[in-house]
């Protein structure tokens, strides 16, 4: 059933493999039938709303394990012919049209919004584009997970665009101020976490600095404003507004490890079965 909760939005944050918890937390909405009329995807997030939306069950965990060691998939030989560290042509159009089906029907046809981030390069700023619309290749799905040097730029009518989550990774904020009164969000965090800047952000700021100033100092605002969403969506848990689902544990972005790949999903799907009694009751079904 699709939840009848206009003032309510579901937010999936990024993190590339630990978007796996993100996978177990939906299909478990799935089972229990929950369709969330609004979702929003910020970069590898944003692949999880595509399964979820299309209503294909274990499809994200299933690509994830099933390709991860592929060379095609995610591998230093991309970066010869594409730029990039995975397979793009591989990743976002042989794998959903050919190998592993994306039900492209089901996805056009979702009553709701879905919408994915992207950071203009030229600008800096997010912007939230209707994933309904997004063509077979991807385009879109690309530009939300473009993490820069390890994937190229990517152009949307002309203009480059790289991860949303460079300007908005956990986009509360701008749901509020659209209106929305109350929110579920899956973050890839545990609780307690915060961002600090890092080695390679340093490397890559350095290197966009140049081409992109402006894409720069949204990713010199980003731990700031990681670490305020946090709080104030933590600020809105206590307040009755928002519904968060975690990861108990740290998880590794670029986990290899098949078996925890798998627990990592697992670990998804039993908290929010655990505590689906809860969500049912902050939704009011």
């Not at 591989?90 to 919004?113: C, H, M, S, V």
């Not at 530009?143 to 989550?165: M, R, S």
């Not at 890559?204 to 010199?220: D, G, H």
């Given at each position: 059933?699709?939840?009848?909760?206009?003032?309510?939005?579901?937010?999936?944050?990024?993190?590339?493999?630990?978007?796996?918890?993100?996978?177990?937390?939906?299909?478990?909405?799935?089972?229990?039938?929950?369709?969330?009329?609004?979702?929003?995807?910020?970069?590898?997030?944003?692949?999880?709303?595509?399964?979820?939306?299309?209503?294909?069950?274990?499809?994200?965990?299933?690509?994830?394990?099933?390709?991860?060691?592929?060379?095609?998939?995610?591998?230093?030989?991309?970066?010869?012919?594409?730029?990039?560290?995975?397979?793009?042509?591989?990743?976002?159009?042989?794998?959903?049209?050919?190998?592993?089906?994306?039900?492209?029907?089901?996805?056009?046809?979702?009553?709701?919004?879905?919408?994915?981030?992207?950071?203009?390069?030229?600008?800096?700023?997010?912007?939230?584009?209707?994933?309904?619309?997004?063509?077979?290749?991807?385009?879109?799905?690309?530009?939300?997970?473009?993490?820069?040097?390890?994937?190229?730029?990517?152009?949307?009518?002309?203009?480059?665009?790289?991860?949303?989550?460079?300007?908005?990774?956990?986009?509360?904020?701008?749901?509020?101020?659209?209106?929305?009164?109350?929110?579920?969000?899956?973050?890839?965090?545990?609780?307690?976490?915060?961002?600090?800047?890092?080695?390679?952000?340093?490397?890559?700021?350095?290197?966009?600095?140049?081409?992109?100033?402006?894409?720069?100092?949204?990713?010199?605002?980003?731990?700031?404003?990681?670490?305020?969403?946090?709080?104030?969506?933590?600020?809105?848990?206590?307040?009755?507004?928002?519904?968060?689902?975690?990861?108990?544990?740290?998880?590794?972005?670029?986990?290899?490890?098949?078996?925890?790949?798998?627990?990592?999903?697992?670990?998804?799907?039993k908290k929010a079965a655990k505590q689906m009694d809860e969500l049912k009751a902050f939704l009011n079904i």
């Open positions: 059933m699709q939840v009848n909760v206009k003032d309510t939005s579901l937010v999936l944050e990024g993190g590339t493999f630990r978007t796996l918890f993100t996978s177990g937390v939906l299909d478990a909405f799935l089972d229990e039938e929950i369709m969330m009329p609004h979702v929003v995807g910020i970069s590898a997030g944003a692949i999880n709303a595509c399964s979820y939306v299309s209503e294909q069950k274990e499809r994200s965990l299933r690509v994830l394990v099933n390709y991860r060691h592929d060379k095609r998939y995610i591998g230093i030989r991309n970066f010869w012919r594409e730029r990039s560290l995975f397979g793009l042509n591989f990743a976002y159009n042989i794998i959903p049209n050919e190998l592993d089906k994306f039900d492209w029907d089901r996805f056009q046809q979702f009553e709701g919004t879905v919408k994915f981030g992207v950071t203009n390069a030229y600008t800096g700023a997010i912007e939230y584009m209707d994933a309904l619309d997004m063509d077979k290749e991807c385009t879109l799905l690309r530009a939300t997970c473009a993490i820069p040097v390890l994937f190229p730029e990517i152009k949307i009518n002309g203009i480059p665009y790289y991860d949303g989550g460079l300007a908005d990774p956990i986009p509360i904020q701008h749901l509020v101020d659209e209106g929305f009164g109350k929110h579920v969000l899956v973050l890839t965090r545990p609780k307690g976490y915060r961002k600090v800047i890092d080695r390679q952000s340093k490397l890559v700021m350095k290197l966009l600095r140049k081409r992109y100033p402006n894409l720069v100092k949204s990713m010199e605002q980003r731990v700031e404003h990681y670490n305020a969403s946090l709080d104030y969506c933590e600020r809105l848990e206590k307040e009755g507004r928002a519904f968060i689902f975690r990861p108990d544990a740290p998880l590794n972005s670029f986990e290899k490890d098949l078996t925890q790949m798998r627990a990592n999903y697992d670990m998804g799907y």
